[in-house]
Each structure stands twice: as structure tokens, then as C-alpha cells.
């Protein structure tokens, strides 16, 4: 693992007070991971804001989570904040740890790598924070299913608060050209550093991935496999078996209830009954147990977890 300085800490501010409202000023296609409460309410943070805090310290049900954005590695994870009953406080440590954001935590000073959320230095290395349930959905699609759901407010920008001039502050397109651009890792965000090869052809290094991690394994689902697998495929990870789902533009995994699952006309079907991929309910009132995941580039998803750790079909295993 390569660890690098890159920023000084905290020079990347985390939010520690959020406050949430119905109105978001981004744009309606705008991406949002969405934190589900007990009682189905919904709170969504846009990928726009996160991208220029990467960490939102918050509390939903009164269990303490942190939203973490990796904007190098597109990684979007939750994590439960308590270690052996004890919360902490994240902050952005100014550190990359192969090309990831490393966070640290204000209690006892160590060091987590975003994507894994394994303790890489202090007092718990060697620990790893509980990844919660946290689907990826427009900001459209999250107004649509969740009516009275709220969104993350700004925590910087002008006095005024305008939509425009809040767009201008959040700015996505310096992360949009780098998502679109060939190069990855830092070199590929700043220009600076060593220039990254990627040494496989069957995946490209900004493949979008869905990382499950289950009882000690780890598995990742390129879109472009699942997609050619018919856009749902069932799989066994760490001794359970579950259902990756792509379709739209997102990615959603949910625990195995054995039926068959097959994508029609853009909709998830199964047993005779359509079902939301992000709320995971049927027409008919049944609901799906979505498991936790992370969605994240190919190259991020090799770094922690190496080149055989993605998905195969059947007939390329």
C-alpha cells in the first residue's frame, strides 16, 4: 500500500453539522446516495456536495454514520461510526492510500482507508467500520420515491444562497472531466504525481463496480458483466447468496429470496410482480433486504481487494 501527503488535514472540510431541507439547487440528474431510516424516511447527499467535503458526520436513528465520497475513486460508502460502543468523528486527513481518500478520526487519531474502511495506522489498525445499505440514485428518481424525503444542505458558498450561485460553488465539472477522462488515480484528477498503466483488457480502470463484501469475502460486479448477464445476476458471496442488479444507470445488490429475477423494458420483474430497485418493494407490498455495498471504479475495487476479486459468468470462471 502506498500511502501519500497530499493536502494538509482537514484542508478538505468535512461537514460535522449537517442540516437537511426539501429544495436541493443541483440539477435533477444529479447523483445522490440516499440513507433509508426504520420508518422509511429518506435523506439524500448529493455526490456534487460530497465531492467537496468527502465526509458528512450524522446520525439517523440514532445510530451514527458517516457519508464518505471518494472523488478519485468514485467510492461512495456508509459506515456505522462505532467501534466497540464508542463513536467517532471523521475528518479528511489529507492522505491517499493507493490513490484513496484516508480518513482519520478525531478519538483516537487513526487513519481508515475510505473504500475498505479497514484502520490502516493508530490505535485501531487492523479494525474495519460496519459498511451500511446506501443505494445511488438521481436526484430525480430519489424526489420521485421519496416525496417527503430531505437532502443535505450547502455548507459553504455566498450569502445569497442562489441555485446558480451554489452550482458555482459546488462545481462538478472538474470531477466530471475526470470521470471521463482516460487517465485515474491522482495524476488523473491533478496532472501531478506518477502516471498510473493498467495492465488488463477485459476491464477498464473506470469500469463502475459493486463491491459486496460478505463473512470475509469480497467480491466486485462490473456493470458491463452484470449488464451482459441480463442485468440481474445471482451469486454466492461469503457463504450467502445474493442478486446484483443493474439497471438504469445504478447498481443494487439485496439478499437472495430465490426467485428469478429478469429485467423487462427497464423494470425489475420476478414472480409475476414488478419491483423498485431502490426501495426494493413489489407492486404487491413484498420487499427485497438490500445488503450493504459499495460502488466504486475498477481500479479502487483491484487496489484493496486484487485483480481476482471481480465477478465472472459461469462460463468464464
Known sequence: MEI???????AIPSVDDP?????YFGEPEDEVVVVESDNGAARAYPIRILSYHEIVNDTVDGRPIAVTWCPICWSAVVYDRRIDGQTLTFG???KLADDALVLYDQET???????TGMAITGELAGRQLEALSAPIISWEQFRTRYPNGVVLQAARGPGDGTESALRDTYDMN???????????????MRGTGAKRSWDRSDLDPKTLVLGVERGGDAVGYPRPRVAAAGGAVTDTVGGDSIVVVAIDDGMHAFEDTGLRF???DGELFADGAPWD????KSDDGRRLTRIPSRRLFAF????????????ASVGER
Open 4 to 10: 501519500q501527503d497530499v493536502l494538509p488535514r482537514d
Open 19 to 23: 442540516s437537511f431541507a426539501a429544495s
Open 92 to 94: 479528511v486527513s489529507g
Open 109 to 115: 487519531d487513526s487513519e481508515w482507508k475510505q473504500p
Open 174 to 188: 472538474p470531477y466530471d472531466r475526470y470521470a471521463a477522462s482516460d487517465e485515474f488515480g491522482l495524476y488523473g
Open 262 to 264: 429478469e429485467i423487462r
Open 277 to 280: 430497485v431502490t426501495t426494493g
Open 300 to 311: 479502487a475495487w483491484q487496489d484493496a481487494y486484487g485483480p481476482d476479486s471481480f465477478y
